[in-house]
């Protein structure tokens, strides 16, 4: 009797906190949010209307619909979260001036220890670039670039073994170019040679505290943890309680968490081995060794947590150099003229016939240095990144106590705000043909001006401090790449799909890779 007589206590309570109260404080609308669309008749009481559409698998297209289909600049996605289309609120809210501060999501997503993306507080944010800054600085590149180039060369000879052997078999291009990007990001963070594009798996070790290994899939594993955040973060007030149950009553969820365990052991036993090493004095060049110590040589004293924590930030960015890399080469095929521009100005800096090339048939690697100012490789990469941005959600910053004007708004204190880049770089007041691939639109002064709308790294003092790296990777790759091979899709009416989650994770890309004869373009022979 006292047992059911507590239960129906404490279901009186919730019911009175989710409902009661909520509706309470939509009425009384002390913020004056209630002039704004709602994302759904609930969302005025409720986090739970985003948190589902967040686990449909795209939310941003449903905020383009609504900003850009409906006409709505702003859109209220639950009892205390606003999203704008773009334009001026990207530098209110993003910009190096903002006095927006990252939103208390952030909070939730953090393990024992803030990295570089979820740290709150502005001087441990500060602390943190400066330790990070001389290791991703343009002066470095130089260092990683054989580390990128020794991958790509690897991935290419993959390609032509799979011509021989597998001619009538398609190629996963996005899987193969995730290999590429495991490979390539954990050894300039960790000098880590995985080979999983030799091994054709991204099968590795994965270790917990008590010493234990087991093989898990750093794919697999990265995935859940993007699932996980990006699915219930947006519920912050009850995260962790929300957690808790979904991790009793759903199998996914109880995977998915299982998954996640499995990254943090994979990231703790590679971050390991590479102590290991610096334990011993190995000379050596990467991310691991600028946490360590400065470039003067005086140490960090970093905590092992902290360390791990931006490890496992720097390699996850796998998965968006991955993903975006994959989206340009989608998009080049969908786009023959645009591919075929793209051939003609890498073969102008490459040897254009087998006598030219020093390897003689082996694949031929760009050099950083001969395509590095190549404006047309840079405009393909960067329109590739404005339709497919691979962090496409909004990210979440939340208003001074004071309050702040964004687009001629007044939104009040402690209110969380962002803008989908998805949706931003689709504004047709400032991109022409929104939805067209159009590298030629960042070429020129046009190019420049469109800059301060282009957020597929964020903005500002926020901005992604590996974008370099990011860059160098892309670059060398798909220069390297359409350079050697003509692609096509194994099946021209597929189209690959894409799962939002923090990341725009593409699925499967199955298409072929022929060889061409570099200047001798497609359906002209040779």
């Not at 986090?47 to 702003?74: K, N």
């Not at 998915?256 to 990254?263: E, T």
């Not at 001629?408 to 880049?421: H, I, K, L, M, Y």
Request: glycine share 6%; aromatic share 10%; charged share 20%.
């Amino acid at each position: 009797m006292l047992g059911m007589m507590l239960l129906l206590g404490l279901l009186a309570s919730l019911f009175f906190r989710f409902v009661i109260w909520a509706i309470f404080v939509y009425l009384r609308d002390p913020k004056g949010l209630r002039k704004y669309p709602l994302l759904h008749p609930l969302s005025g009481i409720s986090d739970i209307p985003f948190m589902l559409e967040s686990m449909r698998g795209f939310r941003s297209a449903t905020l383009l619909q609504l900003h850009y289909g409906q006409g709505h600049p702003i859109i209220r996605l639950g009892p205390n979260a606003l999203s704008f289309a773009g334009g001026q609120a990207i530098p209110a809210i993003y910009g190096h001036s903002t006095p927006t501060t990252k939103d208390r999501q952030y909070l939730n997503a953090a393990g024992s220890h803030f990295h570089l993306a979820d740290v709150v507080d502005r001087k441990e944010h500060a602390r943190k670039r400066k330790v990070l800054a001389s290791a991703f600085a343009a002066k470095h590149l130089e260092d990683w670039e054989y580390k990128v180039a020794d991958k790509v060369h690897r991935l290419m000879q993959r390609f032509d073994q799979h011509l021989v052997q597998m001619p009538d078999d398609p190629l996963d291009y996005r899987s193969w170019t995730n290999l590429f990007t495991i490979d390539s990001l954990c050894d300039i963070c960790l000098s880590e040679r995985l080979n999983c594009i030799d091994r054709g798996t991204d099968s590795v070790t994965a270790e917990d505290l008590a010493g234990r290994t087991k093989e898990v899939s750093f794919r697999d594993c990265l995935y859940a943890t993007f699932h996980i955040v990006g699915d219930l973060v947006w519920s912050y007030e009850w995260y962790h309680v929300v957690s808790w149950v979904l991790q009793r009553v759903s199998r996914q969820y109880a995977r998915l968490s299982q998954l996640g365990n499995g990254w943090s052991q994979l990231v703790h036993h590679l971050t390991k081995r590479r102590w290991e090493r610096y334990v011993r004095d190995e000379p050596i060049s990467d991310i691991f060794a600028a946490l360590m110590e400065d470039p003067a040589g005086n140490p960090q004293d970093l905590e092992w947590g902290e360390v791990l924590a931006e490890i496992s930030l720097a390699i996850s960015g796998s998965s968006s150099t991955s993903n975006s890399i994959a989206s340009t080469m989608q998009l080049l095929i969908e786009n023959p003229d645009k591919m075929r521009k793209l051939q003609e100005e890498v073969d102008s800096v490459m040897p254009t016939q087998l006598d030219d090339n020093p390897d003689g048939d082996a694949p031929t690697v760009a050099s950083y240095d001969q395509i590095k100012s190549l404006p047309y490789l840079r405009a393909v990469i960067d329109e590739s990144l404005r339709l497919y941005p691979p962090i496409s959600h909004g990210l979440p910053r939340e208003t001074p106590k004071e309050g702040m004007m964004i687009m001629d708004e007044w939104v009040a204190g402690n209110t969380t705000v962002s803008v989908s880049a998805y949706v931003a770089h689709r504004d047709p007041a400032v991109f022409d043909q929104p939805e067209s691939f159009v590298p030629e639109r960042w070429l020129g002064e046009q190019g420049r001006a469109l800059q301060s709308r282009f957020i597929a790294f964020s903005a500002g003092a926020r901005g992604c401090i590996g974008r370099p790296i990011s860059y160098l990777q892309a670059s060398i790759l798909l220069a390297s790449l359409v350079h050697r091979y003509d692609f096509q899709m194994w099946d021209s009416r597929c189209k690959p799909s894409r799962r939002e989650t923090m990341n725009l994770i593409m699925g499967p890309m199955p298409g072929a890779a022929l060889l061409r004869q570099p200047g001798v373009f497609s359906g002209e022979g040779g």
